[in-house]
């Protein structure tokens, strides 16, 4: 498909979906966020498809919120249309039967704070910044945030963040659990040395860092994918219930796996200690 706002790769089984607005520092808008929703029905049907990494074009920034351009023109009814449209896109990345990782290259801030929060996995670079500055607008976190932060941190951090509407490091993400953790991937000299910018910060080679995104994401899909789609259903339901209900949920599931071919090899294959030759059946 041809996208205005993003760039979609698709190389060894990974999508790489890129958040293409530089001027902007890829804040995104309703066409973006439509955009993304449509790659992501794409990737849900696309067997070439195993894996998805979103990132941000440039170095600076991963999504840098909404567009505020845009925003300064909605009114009750047409701000709850775009927060709808935004809440159900992200619910198509948060159910996806896929490994999404967010590689937050830089700000990921409101919307792009959520989005990330959408995403199974998130991965700051050292120079990333997270935050939902919303209620600086006099408004709240509308794709999810508001719902998703606390899951992830805790309800007192998560309160703290949105009523403060502060900024916080990826060292702070991960220590409260935002990020999953932080990749250091300074540009080199050619001894292999790590290079500093004029004012002696690290440099950032973007080139290296999605590299070892993508490092992470194949580990992942050497794995049975019929397994990590009820992995992801197991949990994303789970928490929607009490813990008796997920454990129905994940006992059923569990079941339903033996069904598979892949069960069967992964058994075998530890049996045989060899290493399981996953299909996906």
């Known amino acids: 498909m041809n996208y205005n706002n993003i760039l979609v790769e698709i190389d060894d089984s990974i999508a790489v979906l890129t958040i293409n607005r530089p ?3 890829n804040s995104v808008n309703t066409e973006t966020i439509i955009e993304v929703g449509a790659a992501f029905d794409d990737f849900a049907t696309n067997d070439a498809v195993r894996g998805v990494i979103i990132i941000g074009s440039g170095d600076k920034a991963f999504i840098a919120g909404a567009d505020i351009t845009e925003l300064s023109t909605k009114n009750p009814i047409t701000g ?4 709808r449209t935004g809440q159900t896109v992200l619910n198509k990345i948060e159910n996806l039967g896929k490994p999404v990782i967010a590689a937050v290259n830089g700000f990921a801030l409101g919307g792009g704070c959520e989005l990330a929060m959408a995403c199974h996995i998130r991965v700051a670079a050292a120079h990333a910044r997270f935050g939902q500055p919303e209620v600086g607008l006099g408004l709240l976190p ?11 941190v805790g309800k007192g951090r998560a309160m703290e963040l949105l009523f403060g509407g502060g900024v916080i490091d990826a060292s702070e993400a991960y220590r409260i659990g935002l990020a999953n953790c932080v990749v250091e991937a300074p540009k080199k000299d050619d001894a292999g040395n790590p290079l500093k910018d004029e004012k002696g910060r690290p440099t950032f080679d973007r080139n290296l860092y999605l590299a070892e995104v993508k490092r992470m994401l194949t580990g992942f899909l050497s794995k049975a994918p019929v397994a990590l789609s009820h992995i992801i259903e197991a949990v994303n339901r789970g928490l929607e219930h ?3 209900e997920g454990q129905r949920l994940e006992a059923t599931l569990f079941g339903l796996l033996y069904a598979t071919e892949d069960s069967r090899e992964g058994l075998n294959a530890f049996l045989e200690k060899r290493t399981a030759k996953f299909t996906g059946r």
């Open 23 to 25: 001027r902007s520092l």
């Open 80 to 83: 709850l249309e775009f927060v």
């Open 142 to 152: 509308g794709w999810g945030g508001t719902q998703r932060l606390p899951r992830l």
């Open 242 to 244: 009490d813990i008796d």
